[in-house]
Each structure stands twice: as structure tokens, then as C-alpha cells.
């Protein structure tokens, strides 16, 4: 006769499968087993919030020391960066001033590089160029960040310097340039991909109805990728704000509020770096950098969640949506 | 729009799109002129003994063996922090997890992990690794900070290669009676293993360049012969660039140096993504399920 599993054993729906219903005895081990293993892989997602969160964490146990001392006030907005002097200066305006200044003009020429990259790949080229040039734009983002900062010293600072006969060519122009070429790759890909994600028959229908392909690219394209191409922006600012060595290397260091593109800056990233291989593990001047570390973050987490909020609330959902 | 006519409609078509392709060239000639600059200035300075001697006479004179090494110890070390880790989460996205707010502050937490600046990483290695674990300025703690930093890479390149292995796949291993978990490990990570492998090698040459990272976790100046543990500090290219470039006192006498380091640097990083990409391409045209 025809042994049947026992009834209270098959119960498929609290097993992970069929098989460990039907066995029975060995169910309950094998179900929780699975019920472990999802549980671990539940706590790996979760690492990347917990790595965010002990970032969070030590900048601000380590940064906060310098506010027993000086007012977040007198810091943020303090005009004069002296942390060596006797009594140190520890104002960061003039490396906010140098970071927007670079940040701003840097966007300034990759915004129009990096969306015209896009619009040339998505829309004119050809597949054979379209095949030979993304990879292109990949390797370009791959540049290590300190080889832009040697080529903008070795390369571009003196043909500044001759070309328009300025005391430096490390300066504000300079290093704009060479972090524009860090973040046209970042605005170029994911504008590309929103270009992709616009459904295919708004633009056949724009054809159809007559539009020239510029037409259809300006009219239908281009609106349906909006919130990606302000999400590319966005993220490529933000790389821009946050990227160190070029900055380090080629703004030329000077912490002063710039009042030309041919003044040396010393930005929020450059100062860190510079100066905190001679810094004390625990003095003043170390805290000062790690609360300057705090601000970089909170600038960055700010331009990211702007542009996560972005790609979310104005995300193409179908054709229905334009 | 109506009232002009088609002629000059195409002839505004074709001038804009000659724009396009002008600021793509420029973008081309960026990268062009970049590498084709430091292949030029640094293939002189490339040698047998360049490649495989420590520097000698104040850093002005010999190779870069002990940067190249320290180099390869950090990726490696990134790698095996990342690679599981990566790939973990990576599971838990594409096969455990459902729509919801819970899967939201996860994914919020990699993309903002993700835009994290370089040397904010290196603040926090300093203080987490070398600070509070007392790993020291190390191999080990510059490993572990590099790693943290690639791994949303790692993660975004093996969650779009699982997410490409076709469902019916998961659905023939589960209705033939198997597991969740041994369906991943037997039909859904060897499926995605490829995938995973091109994303491991984006993060290593992300890892292999980055430099402010390690200036307060790993890297140093210069040390005498390699190092013998985790524990040590290292050389390491990207490092070695920037301070014969900027805080050597023979700056002009080391130049050829300098534009060989970034050569090799260059190498071995646009190597990998290379293969990466060439990796990807070939899968692409090849698998057909």
C-alpha cells in the first residue's frame, strides 16, 4: 500500500518548496535553514544603510569636538582659514566659496558636453559609432582622479600661465576644466539611458506625423527624459563638488573667496586632503577637518537625495504620463 | 513651425545635429589627447628595470616595484571585502526582496553610498579602521576602505546580472522541488556569474586609481622592500603620483618618473575596464535565452 505523507506535514505554504513539504521530517530543518539564509542575505542589503550610518556616525564623533570650542557660526560662515596660527583661524567660507565656484563652472562645461554626448549617441549616431564611442565615454570615467589632477598641473597650468599671461595656472579655471572631464562621463551615461527609457512609439508617432527628427528629439524626446537628464546633472555636479585630487592638485590651494576664474581656491576636499597627513590624531585642527568632512557629506547626501527625489517623482510611467 | 518650410526645417535639423557630434568630438579629443599625451611622454621612462626595482637615490632615480605591489595587495584586499558583500546584496535585491519601503531605504542607502565623496572614505577609514579598530595606517585598513567604497559598483553590476537570468530558469529549479536557496546557488548565481565577474573587475580598476581614500588608511612615501603584513603601510601608484608631482624636492628631475607611473597606472586601469567592457559586450551578443 502507498505510504501518503502526513497531512499536518504538507504545508506548502509555510515551506520554501514543494520537496521540503513532502518530506516532512526533514521540512522543518531544511524550512529553517532557508528562513536563516533569507534573514542573512536580508541583513547584507541592509549593509550599504549601515555602512551610511557609521559614516554619519564617526564624522560627527570626531567632528563635533571643534564646536566646544567655536560656534558652528563662526565656522561656517568665519572668513579666515589659519588652523597652523596662533590662536588658529577655523572660518570655512572661503573653501565653500572655492568648492561652488569650482563646482559651478565645472557644471557649466560638462552640462552642455555631457547632454550633447548623450543627444549624439542616443539620436545621431549611427550603431557602429554608437558602439565604439559608449565604451569610449566608460573609459573616460574610468580616469583615475589623480592622473586629471597631473595632466591639469603638468599640461594645462603652464599653457594657461603663457596663453593669458596670469601669475598661476593652477586656479579655479583650470581645475573646473579637469573636473568637468570627471563628470561629463557620469551626465553623458545616464542622460543616454533616460533618452533610451522614453517609450518608442511617441517617437515613431512624432515621425509619423511629420516631425523632422530634430523636432521629435526637441519636443518628444528630450521632455520625456527630463527628470533623468536634471537626476544626470545633478549627480554629476555632486561628483564634481565631492571629487578630491583634482582639486587638490590644480585649484592651486590659496584659501581665499575668488573673485576671478584665474584666482587660486582652496575647496572643501583639497583642504581635507592637504592638510590632514600633518595634523595630530586628536588636536583641534583634526576635528576642524573631520567637521569639514561633515559638510562635504551633508552637501553631497543633498544633491544625491534632490536627485534620487528627482528621477522619482518624475518618473516616465508609460506613455499616459506626457 | 507650420509656415516654414521643409528645406529649412532639415537644413535646422542638420545644423544642430553637427553640434552634437562637434561637442562629442570634443569629449573624444579630451580623452584622446589625455591618453596619447601620457603615452607619449611616459613609454620613454618605461623599463624592465623601471617596472620591477624599488626607487633609488632620494626617489629620483630607479622604479616603482614596491608601488606597483602595494597596489595590487590594496585591490585585492578591496575585492575580497566587496566581492561578498556585493554579491550578498545583490541576492537579497533581486531574489528576496519585494516593492515596498523596506527595499526603498535599501536602495536609497546604496545610491547614497554611492555619492559618498572619496575623501570622506578616507576620513572614515582614518577613523573607524585606523582609529577605533587600531588597525594602524595599513594594508588592511586601506583595503577595507576601498572596499566599502566599491562596493555599490559591485553591487549595481551583479544585481543587473542576476536580474538578466530569465525567470524561467528559477521556476524550472523551483518546480522541479528545489530550494529558494538552491535554486541561487546551483542555477541562479552560475547563470549571473559572468556578469558578476565583469562588475568585480569595474571595482578593482575603481579601487587600483583612487587615491584619497588611502592617504590616511594605507599609502606612504616610500618604504624599504614590501611589505610583510596586512599590517603595514604600503606604496601605491596613485599615491606615488601625487607626491612626486607635488611634494618632492627634485619635482622637475623626476618628471620622466612621473609620467611613467601615470602610464602604468593608466595601463592597468583602462586594462581592466577594458576587459570589463569587452566581457559585457561578448555576453551580450552571445547569450540567447
Keep these: 500500500m502507498m505510504q501518503f505523507p502526513q497531512a499536518q506535514a504538507l504545508r506548502v505554504d509555510k515551506a520554501d518548496s514543494l520537496a521540503e513539504a513532502v518530506s516532512g521530517r526533514r521540512g522543518m530543518t531544511s524550512t529553517q535553514r532557508e528562513v536563516w539564509i533569507r534573514r542573512l542575505f536580508i541583513l547584507a542589503g541592509f549593509f550599504s544603510v549601515i555602512v551610511m550610518a557609521l559614516i554619519v556616525l564617526f564624522l560627527f564623533k570626531e567632528g563635533l569636538g571643534l564646536f566646544f570650542d567655536a560656534s558652528v557660526s563662526d565656522f561656517l560662515f568665519g572668513e579666515f582659514w589659519y588652523p597652523t596660527y596662533d590662536p588658529p583661524d577655523f572660518g570655512i567660507l572661503p573653501l565653500i566659496a572655492g568648492s561652488v565656484a569650482v563646482t559651478a563652472l565645472s557644471s557649466f562645461i560638462a552640462v552642455p558636453l555631457g547632454v550633447g554626448a548623450a543627444l549624439y549617441l542616443g539620436e545621431v549616431a549611427g550603431n557602429r559609432a554608437r558602439e565604439i564611442l559608449k565604451p569610449a565615454v566608460e573609459l573616460l570615467a574610468g580616469l583615475p582622479s589623480v592622473v586629471l589632477g597631473f595632466v591639469g598641473m603638468v599640461v594645462l597650468a603652464p599653457l594657461m600661465q603663457e596663453w593669458w599671461d596670469i601669475p598661476t595656472g593652477l586656479n579655479v579655471f583650470n581645475a573646473s576644466i579637469m573636473l568637468a572631464i570627471m563628470a561629463i562621463p557620469t551626465i553623458a551615461s545616464i542622460s543616454e539611458d533616460a533618452l533610451h527609457a522614453v517609450p518608442r512609439d511617441l517617437q515613431e508617432a512624432s515621425l509619423a506625423l511629420g516631425a523632422t527628427r530634430l523636432e521629435t528629439l526637441t519636443r518628444i524626446m528630450v521632455p520625456g527624459a527630463m527628470s533623468g537628464i536634471g537626476t544626470a546633472v545633478i549627480l554629476g555636479m555632486s561628483r564634481a563638488m565631492g571629487e578630491t585630487m583634482v582639486v587638490l592638485m590644480v585649484a592651486g590651494g590659496a584659501a581665499q573667496i575668488p573673485g576671478s576664474i584665474f584666482d587660486s581656491v582652496r575647496p572643501l576636499p583639497a583642504t581635507i586632503a592637504a592638510e590632514m597627513g600633518e595634523t595630530p590624531f586628536g588636536s583641534e585642527h583634526y576635528h576642524a577637518l573631520f567637521a569639514i568632512g561633515i559638510v562635504l557629506f551633508l552637501l553631497t547626501l543633498g544633491f544625491n537625495l534632490v536627485a534620487a527625489y528627482i528621477s522619482h517623482r518624475f518618473q516616465q510611467r508609460g506613455a499616459a504620463t506626457l | ?289
Aim: proline share 5%; no cysteine; glycine share 10%.
Design chain 2, 1 to 289: 513651425m507650420s509656415t516654414t518650410s521643409l528645406a529649412a526645417r532639415r537644413l535646422r535639423q542638420n545644423l544642430v545635429f553637427a553640434l552634437f557630434r562637434v561637442l562629442m568630438l570634443i569629449v573624444m579629443g579630451a580623452l584622446g589627447g589625455i591618453l596619447l599625451y601620457v603615452l607619449i611622454h611616459g613609454a620613454g621612462a618605461l623599463s624592465w628595470e623601471f617596472l620591477t626595482e624599488p626607487p633609488k637615490n632620494s626617489m629620483t632615480e630607479g622604479g616603482i616595484f614596491p608601488a606597483i605591489m602595494g597596489t595590487i595587495y590594496l585591490t585585492v584586499g578591496a575585492i575580497l571585502v566587496a566581492l561578498p558583500l556585493g554579491v550578498a546584496a545583490a541576492i537579497y535585491l533581486s531574489e528576496y526582496a519585494s516593492e515596498g519601503k523596506v527595499l526603498q531605504v535599501v536602495r536609497l542607502g546604496i545610491q547614497n553610498l554611492a555619492g559618498v565623496p572619496s575623501v570622506v572614505f578616507g576620513l572614515f577609514g582614518l577613523a573607524l579602521f585606523v582609529g577605533y579598530f587600531k588597525l594602524g595606517i595599513s594594508i588592511a585598513a586601506g583595503s577595507l576602505t576601498l572596499g566599502l567604497l566599491i562596493l555599490p559598483t559591485v553591487i549595481g553590476a551583479a544585481e543587473e546580472a542576476l536580474r538578466q537570468v530569465p525567470d524561467t530558469f528559477r521556476e524550472a529549479s523551483l518546480g522541479l522541488g528545489a530550494t529558494r536557496w538552491q535554486t541561487i546557488r546551483k542555477v541562479v548565481l552560475p547563470a549571473a556569474l559572468p556578469g558578476i565577474l565583469t562588475g568585480s573587475i569595474l571595482g578593482i580598476g575603481r579601487a587600483a586609481g583612487e587615491t584619497a581614500p588611502i592617504m590616511f588608511t594605507a599609502a606612504t612615501f616610500y618604504t624599504i622592500g614590501l611589505p610583510r603584513s596586512p599590517l603595514d603601510e604600503v606604496m601605491a601608484l596613485p599615491y606615488h603620483i601625487y607626491v612626486l608631482a607635488t611634494a618632492g624636492t627634485h619635482i622637475e628631475a623626476t618628471r620622466p618618473l612621473q609620467y611613467g607611473t601615470v602610464l602604468v597606472l593608466i595601463s592597468l586601469v583602462l586594462g581592466l575596464s577594458m576587459v570589463a567592457i569587452i566581457i559585457r559586450t561578448k555576453m551580450r551578443k552571445t547569450k540567447k535565452w
